[in-house]
């Protein structure tokens, strides 16, 4: 007897995500029935993403910058507001630069700022060694190391005062928020991507300091932040000496702010 074709209820699905609470329901329907060859896999899918489990992490992949970009289970989800920190460091940076992404993940931001660059040397540091891995499956192939390590800890010494931009998305939201986030985030990302201490800010203000002596002369650093935080970091970097500037993209929800290293 020949198998039973596999004919999945679309509206029943997209019904019960939506119950759940999934803003985007009928586009997370298509993506899990795409994912699914039997009605057992849409089903266990199903229910773990309406457990809360995130539908990159169910997926196997995120879609940033128009780039696929494989997202392990553990590691920070790519987010599409995170596309500004790209365009504002693509405006920034000259031609050829030297550049390192900081706080990589999943290795996106650094994946896109390749393609939009072409820079002349391109690295990736993270703390969290699932990350790292992470970032080199999709980085794999190209002349892109993916360091483990504090920020510019890992970093060659003959690197300090000649990077031409450094770019992060460092955890900004403040210690007591985290427990605030969505369960997708709190239950299902490292929290180590996520908490930026008592104001937020904590990471951030260590990412200034050190980009002061790594960036060379004229060079610039691009950081992700919240709209509410922005004028704060801005005041610590102009105590660093850099020259900060906000970066707002009303229509991803975004905010950035850029610093130069002065000449």
């Known amino acids: 007897m020949a198998p039973t074709a596999f004919r999945p209820d679309r509206p029943a699905l997209v019904s019960r995500l939506r119950a759940a609470g999934c803003v985007y329901?009928?586009?997370?329907?298509?993506?899990?029935?795409?994912?699914?060859?039997?009605?057992?896999?849409?089903?266990?899918?199903a229910d773990r993403r309406v457990a809360g489990v995130p539908l990159e992490h169910l997926l196997g992949w995120a879609e940033f910058c128009g780039l696929r970009v494989a997202v392990d289970p553990g590691v920070f989800v790519p987010r599409a507001r995170t596309a500004l920190l790209v365009e504002a460091a693509a405006a920034v940076a000259g031609p050829a630069p030297v550049v390192v992404d900081l706080c990589c993940g999943s290795g996106g931001t650094t994946l896109a700022l390749a393609a939009r660059l072409a820079?002349?040397?391109?690295?990736?540091?993270?703390?969290?060694?699932?990350?790292?891995?992470?970032?080199?499956?999709?980085?794999?192939?190209?002349?892109?190391?993916?360091?483990?390590?504090?920020?510019?800890?890992?970093l060659p010494p003959s690197w300090r005062g000649r990077l031409d931009?450094?770019?992060?998305?460092?955890?900004?939201?403040?210690?007591?928020?985290?427990?605030?986030?969505?369960?997708?985030?709190?239950?299902?990302?490292?929290?180590?991507?996520?908490?930026?201490g008592a104001d937020g800010l904590a990471v951030l203000r260590r990412v200034a300091r050190g980009a002061v002596e790594w960036l060379a002369p004229g060079g610039?650093?691009?950081?992700?932040?919240?709209?509410?935080?922005?004028?704060?970091l801005c005041a610590s970097m102009r105590a660093l000496g850099l020259v900060p500037a906000v970066v707002r993209a009303p229509e991803w929800d975004a905010t950035a702010v850029t610093a130069r290293r002065p000449v």
């Open 220 to 232: 610039h650093l691009v950081v992700e932040i919240s709209d509410r935080q922005a004028e704060a």
């Open 119 to 154: 820079p002349r040397r391109l690295a990736a540091v993270d703390v969290d060694p699932a990350a790292v891995a992470c970032a080199r499956r999709n980085l794999a192939g190209r002349d892109v190391p993916v360091l483990t390590g504090d920020l510019y800890d890992p």
């Open 165 to 196: 931009l450094v770019v992060a998305n460092a955890p900004y939201v403040p210690t007591e928020a985290v427990a605030l986030l969505p369960a997708e985030a709190r239950l299902h990302e490292a929290p180590v991507a996520l908490d930026g």
């Open 25 to 45: 329901a009928e586009d997370e329907a298509e993506l899990l029935l795409a994912a699914a060859d039997s009605a057992e896999t849409l089903t266990a899918l």
